[in-house]
């Protein structure tokens, strides 16, 4: 009788087991499947090199581009979002860091809000990852070529959250 009761409870067991397993790895695939028609909506952009920032970016939105590079027009405001994963970790805080970067030239730019924290709206849940929104400020002084918009996110502390640079071209 007791032989027959392990038996069973190991049978239970290895049945919760597996069962655990397809459910894990069908939330895998639906969570992979979901990155990837985000990136295959974002922009093109580049993770910076030997970036060691914490936060995957899984996708970029700028105001009316399309395609990089992107075209932004000498003072005007440009709407940018990102979603990215911060790993659980209920990030609440991103201090930017954005700079124009052209061949003779750096120039860092303004970014509204920032910091982004609690009060502006500016972080935000999307399907268990999280997205910021900003608006960069396209100085009326840059110089009218391509070049492209290095941006960096740190934490309180200083600490790299987000790195990633998009090709950019300024017009009049
Ligand atoms: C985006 O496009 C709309 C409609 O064409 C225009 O009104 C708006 O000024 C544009 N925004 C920027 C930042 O260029
Ligand atoms: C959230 O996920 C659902 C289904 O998985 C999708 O239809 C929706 O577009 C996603 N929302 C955003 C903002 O990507
Ligand atoms: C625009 O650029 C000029 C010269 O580089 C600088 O003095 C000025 O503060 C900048 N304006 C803003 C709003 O960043």
């Given at each position: 009788m007791r032989g027959y009761f392990v038996y069973y409870l190991k049978i239970l067991w290895a049945f919760c087991v597996i069962n655990e397993t397809i459910a894990s790895a069908i939330k895998i695939t639906k969570d992979d499947a979901y990155k990837k028609l985000l990136s295959l909506r974002s922009l093109a952009f580049e993770d910076c090199v030997g970036s060691s920032s914490l936060y995957n970016v899984n996708y970029l939105n700028i105001e009316n581009?399309?395609?990089?590079p992107c075209s932004m027009a000498r003072d005007s405001t440009v709407k940018v979002t990102v979603l990215f994963d911060d790993n659980g970790n209920g990030v609440s805080f991103l201090k930017h860091e954005v700079r124009w970067v052209f061949t003779y030239l750096k120039s860092e730019a303004a970014i509204s809000?920032?910091?982004?924290?609690?009060?502006?709206?500016?972080i935000l849940n999307v399907n268990e990852s999280k997205s910021y929104w900003a608006n960069i400020y396209v100085n009326s002084?840059?110089?009218v070529m391509k070049g492209s918009m290095l941006w960096e996110a740190k934490d309180e502390n200083n600490k790299n959250l987000i790195c990633f640079e998009v090709p950019v071209v300024i017009t009049m």
């Open positions: 581009c399309s395609r990089v809000p920032d910091p982004c924290d609690g009060d502006h709206n500016c002084t840059l110089p």
